[in-house]
């Protein structure tokens, strides 16, 4: 017999097998059991997570002899035909390749017609967004006024091109994408049912690269097993499917943790030389930042790999603060946007992770106001390390001055110093200092807005 790939060999054949859609199924379960079957139905959503696989259980249990049936017997000549697409009562209509409205009034002169055998005709538009306007003009009136032996299942990725009058006519199935636990959980049964001996690493690469598609992970793994045979290392997988060494993306969180620009320089050289995907190392490193912010607030669960890579994240996400990941997480998305249209690629990128390195030493401003407020941030150039004055008496002098406030450090004396104690030619400006530091300008407009409620004493210029 010729071989059959794997999305087709283990296609769901029941509603039970459904994997990833417990609500729709359920939903579908309990109209055919309790008899209220509708006229017409239209299945949304992303590529490879069951709409056509969902008509086609639905479109048997409609038809089986045994139904009625929730659970179809896949062994009457019914079942056997819908599943191998050669059923007459059954048809599968391809939107893209027929989109015209000549087909369209075909399909409705053929609704008039009993089935030839079974209980329903149900049509399947499979891209039904390809229609054109005027098909979905003949479509309408029998999506309205069906004879009762006629079902539509209509199945589309992008269900905002369908007009409005064809969805208020529809009960609207929103399929979503699968979660990759159980991804790699299908995966796990599919390998061992193939004899096939992979890895929880190897797959989660398969599950990554998936995004979310059951069909996509499926024919990821054939691929990988036809490359590696029975026995698949975890390498294997990462070489096939393009992703960058967990050796490159652990020299890139290092040198992001200890601000290490020369480092980073040198990982972009790595990958350059190996002949790896630039767009393909952002796209590592966005989710490596990711899976540290995961780690940092607790959520194991949500990241996939071994007990050993959730142990090594766990470790690494200690060097970094939840801003500083959130940061590099915003700063790295900007960075992948840019290189789809920047003409030198391998620049954009180094230029992209030297700013990335400095990122970390930003600090938000309302945070640094209110250490300042409370008195626990120090300036780091001040006038005069020896002398000591407080806060009022610098807005007092400030006041009389009208000049900006000397930065000075915060303590508590019981006497304020001599002026002529403070010699001034060893000390700068406090324009001076604040030019030259921007933490200390951030002071001083601080300080500006507590010198406008200070009250002047009697016989001081207001």
Known sequence: MKYQVIARKFRPKIFGEVVGQKPIVRTLQNAIESDRIGHAYLFSGPRGVGKTTTARILAKGLNCVNGPSATPCNECPSCREIA??????????????????????????????????????IFIIDEVHMLSTPAFNALLKVLEEPPAHVVFIMATTERHKLPATILSRCQQFVFRTISAAEIQAHLRQIADR???????????????????????????????????????????????????????????????????SRELLECVDIVVDQGLSIQQYVRECIGRMRDLLMMKLGLDDK?????????????????????????????????????KWTSQPRLHLEAGLVKLSKAGYVRDIE????????????PTNPVAPQAKVPAPEIARKAVQSAAPPTMLPLAKEPSPPKPETV???????????????????????VFRGDIAQVKPSK????
């Open 194 to 260: 193939e004899g096939a001996h992979i890895d929880d690493r190897g797959l989660s690469y398969i599950v990554k690269a998936a995004e979310g598609s059951m069909r996509d992970a499926q024919s990821l793994l054939d691929q990988i097993i036809s490359f590696g045979g029975q026995e698949i290392a975890h390498d294997d997988v990462r070489d096939v499917l393009g992703f960058i060494p967990g050796e490159i993306l652990d020299r890139t969180t290092a040198a992001l943790a200890s601000r290490d």
């Open 367 to 378: 945070e640094v106001i209110r250490e300042f407020r409370q008195g626990s941030v120090a």
């Open 84 to 121: 191998a697409a050669q059923s007459m009562d059954v048809l599968e209509i391809d939107g893209a390749s027929n989109n015209g409205v000549d087909n369209i009034r075909e399909l409705r002169d053929s609704a008039r017609y009993a089935p030839s055998r079974d209980r329903y005709k």
């Open 303 to 339: 990241v996939l790999g071994s007990a050993d890579d959730k142990k090594s994240l766990s470790i690494d996400s200690s060097r970094f603060s939840e801003q500083d990941l959130i940061r590099y997480f915003d700063l790295l998305l900007r960075l992948e946007n840019e290189l």
């Open 423 to 445: 010699p001034r030619t060893d000390s700068k400006s406090s324009m001076d200092v604040a030019k030259e530091e921007p933490l200390v300008r951030r002071f001083l407009d």
């Open 459 to 462: 016989g001081e210029p207001t």
